[in-house]
């Protein structure tokens, strides 16, 4: 065998391997600038479409959006009694009232509103431990809750929500009130028996999801444009004080019962929860069914 030229062709052979390696990196950083370009022209252009619709982009646009399932469910509800020594533990004696579905104790009062849905109420406020900063004692399966951070900022409230596989589910909370550090009471929705209802589907991107949204606005035909500038950004107040809304907070999530939101498969409502993105602005919380589209413009107020 002639070694010398062996070596040659394995030199030519390394070198062509070489080259090929190269190119692919170079196409695949040309790839991702142009992604990452395209991208930048996308959420340019749905700032602009939302702008025309009286809506301010200040919020975070996650770009994750996975498959995601149905979810069924019931409204927990719990026996009264095991709920009220939960909520007032170490309170004293705790008074069963089954006919007005309340319970009380020197600590306070527990009213029962409906299928997971219930009302704690401290008189006085309760002092809480100095190294408490999560969710509230007393909250039932509190382990299940985490603080919405997403969610409208109201000055001595705070606001923690059940999740699902990661996924908050948004009308499953704790909203709890606050005075000088001392807790007021909180009202509790909970679900429980949260499984997966049929396969995961696709799911619109943030980006589609505040197009959706903005389509199902009414144009802003008062207000002057909003332009991104040097210093930051501004905004324009229209003719006869009218204000833009501004977009705080976007997430994905889900809700119970998205009025005229179809599973896609001949069921509506239900005991159903939908996958949504959830839109807080500065006035209102909408929200878009993350399937279809759809939004729901009349919900006002806090989660």
Not at 86 to 108: C, I, K, M, W, Y
Not at 120 to 135: C, F, K, M, N, Q
Not at 233 to 260: C, D, F, N
Not at 277 to 302: K, Q
Request: hydrophobic fraction near 40%; charge should be negative.
């Amino acid at each position: 065998m002639n070694w010398e030229y062996a070596k040659n062709w394995l030199i030519a052979a390394f070198l062509c391997l070489d080259l090929f390696l190269a190119w692919q990196i170079v196409e695949s950083r040309r790839t991702m600038a142009g992604y990452i370009g395209s991208y930048n022209d996308l959420l340019a252009n749905t700032k602009t479409i939302l702008s025309e619709h009286g809506l301010i982009l200040k919020a975070q646009v996650p770009a994750d959006h996975p498959d995601l399932p149905l979810l069924q469910a019931d409204w927990a509800q719990p026996p009264l009694a095991a709920l009220a020594q939960a909520v007032f533990a170490n309170n004293g004696p705790v008074t069963l009232d089954r006919a007005e579905q309340s319970a009380h104790a020197g600590a306070g009062t527990l009213k029962l509103l409906g299928p997971g849905h219930w009302q704690v109420s401290y008189v006085p406020p309760l002092t809480l431990p100095a190294a408490s900063d999560g969710v509230p004692p007393g909250v039932w399966q509190g382990a299940q809750y985490t603080e919405d951070l997403t969610a409208p900022e109201t000055p001595q409230r705070r606001v923690f929500v059940q999740h699902f596989a990661g996924l908050p589910v948004f009308d499953a909370a704790v909203v709890a009130d606050y005075a000088a550090g001392r807790l007021v009471g909180y009202v509790q929705t909970m679900v429980q028996n949260l499984t997966a209802s049929g396969d995961a589907r696709p799911t619109l991107s943030a980006l589609d999801a505040l197009n959706d949204l903005a389509g199902a606005v009414e144009p802003d035909t008062e207000t002057g444009p909003y332009q991104e500038t040097a210093t930051g950004a501004t905004g324009t107040e229209g003719v006869g004080g009218t204000h833009r809304e501004v977009i705080r907070s976007l997430a994905l999530g889900y809700v119970h019962k998205l009025p005229q939101a179809t599973t896609g498969q001949g069921q509506t409502g239900g005991q159903y929860w939908f996958p949504v993105w959830r839109v807080v602005t500065d006035a209102h919380i909408y929200f878009v069914n993350a399937y279809t589209g759809e939004v729901d413009l009349n919900t006002n107020g806090s989660s």
